[in-house]
């Protein structure tokens, strides 16, 4: 059974810098598109950011374009999130997801907390 | 800010069925597959039905889905208490190049 798991979430100032790193069980890791995908407190869920097997297309929600960055390791079996810039509405969970052809989001991870907060 | 609409909220007895709504548009219901998910209180979620009406190997077949047009729906049969999660609808939007949730659905079971 494929597992993900997050890493690097925390407190962070406004305006500063986190990374999210996701590692994935399988070797077949470089199968698989994947994405993030973010829950504020209470709220629901919204779509982060998507990347292809190989790294070549990449997608960005509107809220973190230009701010966020999106890449892959596949010899290291694992997905990032570099954010930058962040802002108090990027407080949420954040969970990497596999995204399997039909299927969508068909594995998630547990999620890692980034707070944004002075 | 999601751009597929569910109610906020619905409850039945056990036992019984309910129905969750997903309203969207021709560039993200209407063009692609509609997935869902169940979020379980404290959990990450998890695909429920993709595809429109497709079961995930090991999700039981009281969930089922289906579409018409630009909405979709999720129905949940024979209400269990376990049932209680918030639950989302997802599909890929061809004018945001990018995926859209629903508002999400709390289930609640009287």
């Known amino acids: 059974e494929v597992q993900l798991v997050e890493s690097g979430g925390g407190l962070v100032q406004p305006g500063g810098s986190l990374r999210l790193s996701c590692v994935v069980s399988?070797?077949?890791?470089?199968?698989?598109?994947m994405n993030w995908v973010r829950q504020a407190p209470g709220k629901g869920l919204e779509w982060v950011s998507f990347?292809?097997?190989?790294?070549?297309?990449?997608h960005y929600a509107d809220s973190v374009k230009g701010r966020f960055t999106i890449s892959r390791d596949n010899t290291k079996k694992s997905l990032y999130l570099q954010m930058n810039n962040l802002r108090a509405e990027d407080t949420a969970v954040y969970y990497c997801?596999?995204?399997?052809?039909?299927?969508?989001?068909?594995?998630w991870g547990q999620g890692t907390m980034v707070t944004v907060s002075s | 800010q999601s751009v597929l609409t569910q109610p906020p909220s619905v409850s039945e007895a056990p036992r019984q069925r309910v129905t969750i709504s997903c309203s969207g548009s021709?560039?993200?219901?209407?063009?692609?597959?509609v997935n869902w998910y169940q979020q379980l209180p404290g959990k990450a979620p998890k695909l429920l039905i993709y595809?429109?009406?497709l079961l995930p190997s090991g999700v039981s077949d009281r969930f089922s889905g289906s579409k018409s047009g630009t909405s979709a729906s999720l129905a949940i049969s024979g209400l269990q208490s376990e049932d209680e999660a918030d639950y989302f609808c997802?599909?890929?939007?061809?004018?945001?190049?990018?995926?859209?949730f629903g508002t999400g659905t709390k289930v609640t079971v009287l």
């Open positions: 990347i292809s097997t190989s790294g070549d297309t990449i």
């Open positions: 997801t596999t995204d399997t052809p039909k299927k969508g989001f068909d594995i």
């Open positions: 595809y429109d009406d």
């Open positions: 021709s560039s993200n219901i209407g063009n692609n597959a």
């Open positions: 399988e070797s077949t890791f470089s199968v698989y598109e």
């Open positions: 997802a599909a890929w939007d061809d004018r945001l190049i990018g995926y859209v």
